[in-house]
């Protein structure tokens, strides 16, 4: 049986929306919607070439709608928080009066009996609007364009950007040899997995040998020392972007194991300043207070575990020109 | 294998935001300017080949698709890339396999970035809190190789200073340092101990295209003969793996020679664009590219051999320490290859250079892409 977890990532992307999508975005803040010329036929919404040879067209925007036809359309019976509505709606193609392409947009009817093919319908504005396709809350039955609420204008300056606030969430697979290397170090054993094809030694519970393709089991476990020493060694400056769990310079070591070819990768240090991270620093293990634990599976380096980083033991510093080179 | 030149290369003027235009009005800039290059236009492209770095970038998923009309590729094959850094690289050798396998004639080879929409470390850190970023991961590979090597400190100032001298003399290149000096860069702030913010690379928004074709489409043009074009990997980790030798790159290095009929890389090679994104690539590079003997690439460094019109010059575009649109880095490497080849890269053009070599790598120092150009089909004789 195979276990997930699920992880979300979240990014606010910004947009550049050039001059033709720019200059839509503005109109709409004005409650107005443009298409482009491109020969006998208006684009709505507006693009800067032409969308089946690629060829430049001319700057010739030109005002369409506000009400518009309906070409077809779909019921969405049961909207998500992703849903421009928050109750049963229609995704519609809507053909806006004087544009030769249909826009996607959602309308506001009470059901699906309420749609129909070549139904009319106009706008419905936000009362705010950004410079954002959703400053069309949705279009409603009818010719008449509405406003929801105070109606606050337009922008104030060109609209040139746009914020994307993404979110997507993944469920992935957790290979067995990362429960076991997890569930060891719970009980402050550091184990890793002896490959039968290479010989070599991993640390970290990825599921598999890279060189061989052997899959990782428990008839691969080997005990591994608590000790070691630090082959090389990078400080970090961190950039302070959304999701950023550091504040200020950081230090990942490598750490090669007593008697053992294995290195761990971009390890945490405990109780070692930044300044004194060195080659040859001489380290144990420190395992995780009650609570402190992590469900990471150490595939990609990193802590792991109930292993949260390696602190100076107090032995002498190890002194070997190859030590530096062993940072796998 | 059907013989395939370069007829046409483009690139936009690389900037840290190009707000002014959208993903489609970037990679458009490039794309008209390799068409006018080659005297084509789109409706002579029979496919196109898209490269970028991860979808993470830019929070834009499958660009390629979303590219296509912009791209004049409605109808016609269009093939994404992935990998890595390396992959505008990779994005030239899949075009011109179309060609050498006889399956398109005239294919459009297109990478961007517009880093300025997302933040790279975000991305190169999954997502998550304590990315390493670029500097993080290649920091350690840099200390051994200096402690393998023995090169002084200055050798990383003198590739800083001589890539952004180079940049200068390129009308597209992103940093234009005018008073660029060892002074200036061994005084800049330490990033990545042992790398400086002046060995770095910036971040970029920009876009390159070439067009690839074939010797009745080259007719009449000026071909940059693709002699040979191969990329290789390896995993991101393993015990005893070493990051200053990966095996791709000596692998694929060696392929890429061999294709070429190239066996002095050293003599016969008369310059190179490497992927150098901070300074201490470039000697390593030029060791893992056979260009210079097992630690002896910092003595070309030193000597001034790498310099335009040196005896091994490299990065004469100003490289990707000068303008680094991640996704499109490597395409812009094989772009100058192709430039130099067929005399066209103005200012910085190296005198009567015949065969060049272009290089990208990519992710953990794991993707190699690299192909060799010349300005005929037999240029050995
Ligand atoms: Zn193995």
């Known amino acids: ?328 | 294998m059907i013989p395939a030149a370069v007829v046409g290369v483009g690139q936009t003027h690389h900037k840290t935001r190009r707000r002014d235009v959208s993903f489609g009005g970037l990679v458009r800039e490039a794309v008209f300017r390799a068409l006018d290059d080659a005297q084509m236009t789109m409706a002579d492209i029979d496919a196109v080949v898209l490269g970028k770095a991860p979808d993470l970038f830019e929070g834009v998923m499958k660009p390629e698709l979303y590219l296509s009309d912009a791209l004049g590729a409605v109808g016609k094959p269009m093939f994404r890339v992935h990998t890595a850094g390396s992959v505008g690289g990779t994005t030239g050798i899949v075009a011109a396999s179309h060609v050498q396998g006889g399956k398109h004639k005239t294919v459009l080879a297109v990478a961007f970035e517009k880093q300025s929409e997302g933040n790279a470390q975000f991305a190169l850190g999954s997502g998550k809190g304590a990315s390493l970023g670029a500097g993080g991961s290649f920091a350690p590979f840099i200390r051994s190789y200096i402690h393998r090597s023995g090169a002084p400190e200055h050798i990383g100032w003198k590739v800083a200073v001589k890539d952004r001298q180079n940049a200068l003399k390129n009308p597209y290149a992103h940093l234009k340092i005018e008073d660029i000096s060892i002074e200036k860069v061994k005084s800049s702030p330490m990033m990545w101990e042992p790398i400086r913010f002046l060995e770095s690379c910036p971040s970029s928004d920009g876009a390159c295209a070439v067009v690839i074709t074939d010797e009745e489409g080259a007719r009449g043009r000026t071909p940059a003969w693709i002699l040979g074009a191969s990329s290789r990997s390896e995993p991101p980790a393993f015990p005893g793996r070493d990051p200053v030798r990966p095996l791709a790159c000596l692998t694929c290095a060696t392929d890429v020679y061999q294709q070429a009929g190239i066996t002095r890389p050293r003599e016969q090679i008369d310059m190179a664009e490497l992927y150098v994104p901070f300074s201490w690539h470039e000697p390593m590079w030029l060791e893992a590219h056979f260009l210079a003997e097992e630690g002896d690439g910092w003595k070309l460094t030193d000597a001034g051999d790498t310099e335009i019109g040196g005896s091994m010059p490299i990065n004469c575009s100003g490289g990707v320490l000068s303008s680094n649109p991640i996704g499109a880095s490597g395409l812009l490497r094989f772009a100058e290859a192709a430039l130099q080849v067929r005399g066209a890269a103005g200012e910085h053009q190296v005198d009567g250079c015949r065969t060049a070599l272009g290089m990208a790598y990519g992710a953990n120092s794991q993707y190699f892409s690299m192909w060799v150009v010349a300005d005929s089909l037999q240029p050995f004789g």
């Open chain 1, 1 to 328: 049986m195979v276990r997930f977890t699920e992880s979300t990532i979240t990014f606010p992307y910004t947009r550049s929306l050039g001059p033709v999508v720019g200059a839509f975005m503005t109109a709409l803040t004005e409650k107005r919607i443009l298409g482009i010329r491109n020969g006998e036929q208006v684009i709505c919404p507006p693009m800067e070439w032409d969308p089946s040879t690629g060829a430049e067209l001319p700057r010739d925007l030109v005002e369409v709608g506000p009400a518009g036809t309906v070409d077809s359309w779909t019921w969405v019976p049961e909207p998500t928080e992703q849903h421009p509505l928050d109750r049963p709606f229609a995704f519609a193609f809507v053909r806006l009066d004087g544009a030769s392409t249909p826009l996607l947009h959602a309308v506001d009817a009470s059901s699906p009996d309420a749609m129909s093919d070549g139904m009319r319908v106009a706008p419905r504005w936000k009362g705010q609007r950004i410079g954002h396709l959703t400053d069309i809350a949705c279009f409603v039955p009818g010719e008449e364009p509405q406003v929801d609420g105070d109606d606050l204008g337009p922008a104030a300056e060109p609209v040139q950007m746009m914020d994307y606030l993404a979110r997507i969430t993944y469920r992935n697979p957790v290979p067995p040899s990362s429960d076991l290397v997890v569930d060891a170090s719970r009980q402050h054993r550091l184990v890793g997995f002896r490959c039968p094809g290479c010989g070599k030694t991993y640390v970290g519970g990825r599921g598999v040998c890279p060189i061989d393709s052997v899959e990782f089991g428990e008839e691969h476990l080997v005990e591994l020392p608590h000790t070691g020493t630090i082959t090389n060694h990078v400080v970090i400056t961190p950039v302070q972007y959304p999701g950023q769990t550091e504040t200020e310079p950081f230090a990942r070591v490598f750490v090669l194991l007593d008697g053992s070819d294995a290195v761990l990768g971009y390890q945490p240090v405990i109780e070692l300043p930044v300044e004194d991270v060195a080659v040859g620093v001489r380290v144990s293990a420190v395992w995780a207070s009650p609570g402190e634990e992590s469900d990471e599976g150490g595939g990609m380096g990193g802590a792991f575990g109930s292993l949260i980083g390696w602190m100076p033991n107090g032995e002498p510093p190890v002194d070997d020109p190859d030590l530096v080179n062993r940072i796998f």
